[in-house]
């Protein structure tokens, strides 16, 4: 497959996904297409050794696995479904100058600035009691642009490109509406919604939800040369759509694990987040002996697959001066010595040989000694099951923004060894 059919999959699938719901849902969508089984944490489980199942948690993450003599090790692929943007709070109707507007909350370490002046639509997960008394939850997407959060004009803010501080509070409640009667309820807009969504069923009451604005211009090839892949929630959809992808292409010989869980960007406390029961409770179910599993767990390893800060031209004193990935360079290893990441010389170096198997290219990336280090799922997993851990992921721009970007060859590259690793007889 081409680069470029790889980025209009990934393209298509970034914007059928503006929610970890809708991504969850569209990679389970996928899965069961491709022949895998839908399995219910709440029922007993029959697994077959040639068997490829994948089970879900509150909607937004996703563990899919293949099996087969786990005695050789798991080939673990993580991932995260979630990115930084703005949630609706629970009583968010605002009514300011005759205009009609919505409270937010800031979810994640969003770079707030380019939400400003976009085309915002609104999706997510809706709980309701249906006209037949029970309780259900739905997903909705408005898909079309009804909301966007002006910008001051420069006249009013003279000092605005000199330093230009943002009140989360204040500052930022995107405009939906004029105010005008009858007055707007997000609650009954949200009903309508789902009725137009979902035919099945009626909407008495819609209790509660969890909503995300998000910009609807959708990802787009661009350069030149068509060098560079840009789209919202590149963190860190693309790499759950490379795990998806590699595990779909892989030849099942085997045992494989896809975890593609939520709230890595607000710290992964929670039942579906990596720092929660959800990877351990599927591995105790797959292999119910604890020895068995100790040992599996000990020939295994993850890679971890997050975003990796590209070099950028106009800041690279930002980087290490030997550490400055660049764009469609392949995959980056990333290594702390303070884990922050869980890479260490073995893994590293058994990644290293994946993309040289695969004809890919590798870089690596050490932030500056004077700055401070993000964190990713790695860690996290590594420290809960005891798993051999490497960090790695596709340099990109503007990680956070509401418009990230990365190279068009690089999601790609991403594929091509990780489908490696998944088709790889011998671990370290």
């Avoid at 099996?67 to 990115?83: F, I």
């Avoid at 790695?392 to 690089?410: L, Q």
Wanted: hydrophobic share 35%; charged share 20%; aromatic share 6%.
């Amino acid at each position: 497959m081409t680069h470029s059919a790889t980025n209009q999959q990934l393209a298509d699938f970034i914007q059928a996904s503006p929610t970890p719901f809708h991504a969850t849902r569209n990679m389970v969508a996928r899965l069961l297409a491709a022949g895998f089984e839908q399995l219910d944490e709440r029922c007993e489980w029959q697994l077959r050794p040639d068997g490829r199942y994948l089970v879900t948690r509150n909607d937004s993450s996703l563990i899919a696995f293949t099996l087969g003599n786990l005695e050789k090790g798991l080939r673990l692929v993580g991932a995260h479904t979630d990115s930084p943007c703005l949630r609706v709070k629970p009583q968010p109707e605002l009514n300011q100058q005759g205009l009609w507007q919505l409270g937010v909350e800031v979810y994640g370490g969003v770079l707030l600035a380019p939400w400003f002046d976009r085309d915002l639509s609104l999706a997510g997960r809706v709980t309701f009691r249906s006209t037949s008394g029970e309780l259900q939850s739905r997903l909705v997407n408005f898909r079309r642009p009804i909301a966007t959060i002006p910008s001051l004009a420069i006249h009013l803010n003279r000092g605005v490109n000199d330093n230009f501080s943002i009140n989360a509070q204040t500052d930022i409640p995107p405009v939906l509406a004029h105010s005008l009667e009858p007055a707007h309820d997000l609650r009954q807009l949200l009903r309508i919604q789902l009725e137009e969504e979902h035919e099945e069923g009626g909407v008495e009451q819609v209790l509660d939800y969890e909503l995300s604005f998000y910009d609807t211009q959708p990802p787009s090839t661009l350069g030149l040369k068509g060098d560079f892949f840009s789209s919202a929630r590149l963190d860190n959809l693309l790499s759950c759509h490379a795990g998806m992808a590699a595990l779909l292409a892989s030849d099942a010989t085997q045992p494989c694990i896809l975890v593609c869980t939520d709230h890595e960007e607000v710290g992964s406390s929670s039942t579906c987040g990596a720092d929660g029961p959800f990877l351990e409770d599927v591995l105790k179910r797959i292999m119910p002996d604890e020895s068995q599993r100790i040992r599996c767990i000990q020939h295994s390893l993850l890679i971890s697959a997050d975003n990796a800060h590209a070099v950028h031209p106009n800041f690279a004193d930002r980087h290490d001066g030997n550490h400055g990935p660049r764009l469609n360079g392949g995959p980056v290893i990333k290594i702390n010595s303070s884990q922050r990441y869980a890479s260490n010389s073995e893994t590293s170096s058994f990644f290293r040989e994946l993309c040289a198997r695969a004809a890919v290219p590798v870089q690596s990336f050490v932030v500056r000694s004077d700055m401070g280090c993000g964190s990713t799922i790695g860690p996290i997993t590594a420290s809960r099951l005891g798993v051999r851990t490497v960090d790695i992921g596709v340099p990109t721009f503007a990680m956070h923004s509401i418009r990230e970007m990365a190279g068009s060859r690089d999601a790609e590259y991403l594929i091509q060894v990780l489908t490696q690793f998944y088709n790889t007889a011998k671990l370290i």
